[in-house]
Antibody, heavy 124, light 110 residues
Framework: QEHLVESGGGVVQSGRSLRLSCKAS????????LHWVRQAPGKGLEWVAE????????YYADSVKGRFTISRDNPKNTLYLEMKSLRPEDTGVYYC?????????????????WGQGTTVTVSS | QSALTQPASVSGSPGQSITISCTGTSSDLGDYKSVSWYQHQSGYAPKLVIY???NRPSGVSHRFSGSKSGNTASLTISGLQAQDEADYYCSSKPTGSPVIFGGGTKLTVL
């Protein structure tokens, strides 16, 4: 069974940092592009960041560019999101998600496996 | 980049068909095939139900279908069931731009 499990969420003051982790199991982790997606309270889904299977580049939403860093440790089957200079508007549930394009060399930008999410609350 | 436009809510009775629209522009949806649809039930992780406009992932019911015409993508659910009640989101990936989600549509099964 393919699983993603996020951790690292919590309550943090504005301006501080937090690192989220996403542990994968049940599939060949190093073959898949991965994404972080968030959902603010009462709002819709917002794509945050992407990293390809090899991790050699990263792509970010404008809202987090320069503050967030996505990375992966393939031997540990783990995805990370380092969040700095946090703002109240970063509050929400953060999901890690697997891209459909595993082993194909193609990123579909369609996310077929999702974690349950971890909640980040940034207080002002 | 603005979110894609979806109706806030749609409803239907069991057994009926409903369609949810997702409207963008030629630069964020119309010219691209990376259009996906997700079902998000409260307390659960989102679930991919359609990718590349009209493809169903393995395990997704044939009652879910997708299409695109011009700058509007659509998700149709036929034979509506109570378990289909959820929020539905479209997404698109324009070349050189980030993934964009729609604002979400709440489906109520009457």
């Amino acid at each position: 069974q393919e699983h993603l499990v996020e951790s690292g969420g919590g309550v943090v003051q504005s301006g501080r940092s937090l690192r989220l982790s996403c542990k994968a199991s049940g599939f060949t982790f190093n073959q898949y592009p991965l994404h972080w997606v968030r959902q603010a309270p009462g709002k819709g889904l917002e794509w945050v960041a992407e990293i390809p299977s090899h991790g050699s580049w990263q792509y970010y939403a404008d809202s987090v560019k320069g503050r967030f860093t996505i990375s992966r440790d393939n031997p540990k089957n783990t995805l990370y999101l380092e969040m700095k200079s946090l703002r109240p508007e970063d509050t929400g549930v953060y999901y890690c998600a697997r891209d459909l394009g595993g082993g194909t060399g193609h990123t579909f930008y369609a996310m077929d496996v999702w974690g349950q999410g971890t909640t980040v609350t940034v207080s002002s | 980049q603005s979110a894609l436009t979806q109706p806030a809510s749609v409803s239907g009775s069991p057994g009926q068909s409903i369609t949810i629209s997702c409207t963008g522009t030629s630069s964020d949806l119309g010219d691209y095939k990376s259009v996906s649809w997700y079902q998000h039930q409260s307390g659960y992780a989102p679930k991919l139900v359609i990718y590349e406009v009209s493809n169903r992932p393995s395990g997704v019911s044939h009652r879910f279908s997708g299409s695109k015409s011009g700058n509007t993508a659509s998700l149709t659910i036929s034979g509506l069931q109570a378990q289909d009640e959820a929020d539905y989101y479209c997404s698109s990936k324009p070349t050189g731009s980030p993934v964009i989600f729609g604002g979400g549509t709440k489906l109520t099964v009457l």
